[in-house]
């Protein structure tokens, strides 16, 4: 894997993508992401394990492919102060620096771990952490309102990180999560403008990049199978990336004109399907990479190489004759 990445020029990897970032305590290399309700008590119970891969590991894998690290700390069940020591630790540890760190993951969704709702300055009664319904997104006052509220939330604590974090390393380059529209299909978030307008307006002082996730569509299996895009469709996706690069880049210069745009997570869809494993795949890998590259995103970072559903040797998605 290594000589392929290396021939691929790969320069960066990231770590602690997906909703298991919120979950993740770097210190113990211990996850709840199994765990009934996700809460910090459980890190010390049955139901965490350790991941295989820990930070000092992954650290000198990408030091090995001479690549940058590009870290998301645990906001939905962390602190300023768990996230300022990593920082400490990543700067002041022989190989194990970092290039680019994130707070959170996808912060702007009920699907994420989010425990600071339940603080100040929302004090939202009732939230449940992975809970979607007791989330406000999903409550009678609706989305407006709810986003209202997750992005209050997130803004306010989230500079208390970034100040942390800061303190550790004053030239850390910090980052939040950026929402998309409908227009994105498999990325697309109500309100979206809510989000961004509210954390980066507040915060765009600490912030040096926004990170955008970006899936073109939510199909499961095979392209063209029922209603499923066909491979054209996908193919073709990787057109509206330059739009889609001038909405962000036109808020950014509204708030922080100085902040970069990061793709740390882009695939044809989020949920399982046999594209990674076809040469539909293929080019909508490398179109898209391009695509946002020569838009002007400062790095690109394909996720998932695959999809839980293709971890061995063939798809388990799509026809046994799809290529490897």
């Known amino acids: 894997m290594e000589k392929l990445l290396k021939a691929a020029d790969v320069t960066q990897l990231h770590y602690g993508g997906g909703v298991s970032a919120d979950e993740y305590d770097w210190q113990t290399n211990t996850d709840i992401s199994g765990c009934p309700n996700a809460s910090t008590s459980e890190f010390s119970a049955p139901c965490a394990y350790?991941?295989?891969?820990?930070?000092?590991?992954?650290?000198?894998?990408?030091?090995?492919?001479?690549?940058?690290?590009?870290?998301?700390?645990?906001?939905?069940?962390?602190?300023?102060?768990?996230?300022?020591?990593?920082?400490?630790?990543?700067?002041s540890t022989a190989g194990q620096g970092v290039a680019d760190w994130e707070i959170g993951n996808e912060s702007y969704g009920c699907w994420e771990n989010n425990n600071e709702l339940a603080d100040a300055p929302e004090d939202y009664q009732g939230y449940e952490a992975n809970v979607s319904s007791t989330c406000p997104m999903d409550q009678p006052a609706g989305v407006d309102a709810g986003m209202e509220i997750m992005a209050d939330s997130y803004a306010a604590n989230a500079e208390q990180f970034m100040v942390a974090m800061k303190a550790a390393d004053p030239s850390a380059q910090l980052g939040v999560p950026w929402a998309f529209s409908g227009a994105v299909g498999g990325a697309g978030v109500q309100d979206n403008s809510e989000w961004n307008d509210t954390v980066l307006g507040d915060d765009a002082q600490n912030i040096s990049f926004v990170d955008a996730h970006f899936y073109p569509f939510a199909f499961g299996g095979d392209t063209g199978a029922g209603r499923n895009p066909t491979a054209q469709t996908v193919i073709q996706s990787v057109e509206n990336i330059p739009t889609d690069f001038a909405t962000i880049r036109a808020t950014l210069n509204k708030y922080d004109p100085t902040a970069q745009v990061i793709v740390g997570e882009t695939g044809v869809s989020y949920r399982a399907t046999n594209v990674p494993c076809t040469p539909t795949g293929a080019l909508f890998a490398a179109g898209g990479a391009l695509e946002w590259l020569a838009a002007g995103a400062q790095s690109v970072d394909w996720w998932p190489l695959d999809t839980d559903a293709n971890l061995g040797t063939k798809c388990a998605f799509g026809p046994a004759r799809a290529p490897r």
């Open 50 to 91: 350790n991941p295989a891969l820990p930070f000092s590991e992954f650290s000198a894998n990408a030091r090995a492919l001479g690549a940058q690290s590009f870290v998301t700390v645990k906001y939905g069940s962390g602190t300023p102060a768990l996230a300022a020591a990593w920082v400490a630790q990543a700067t």
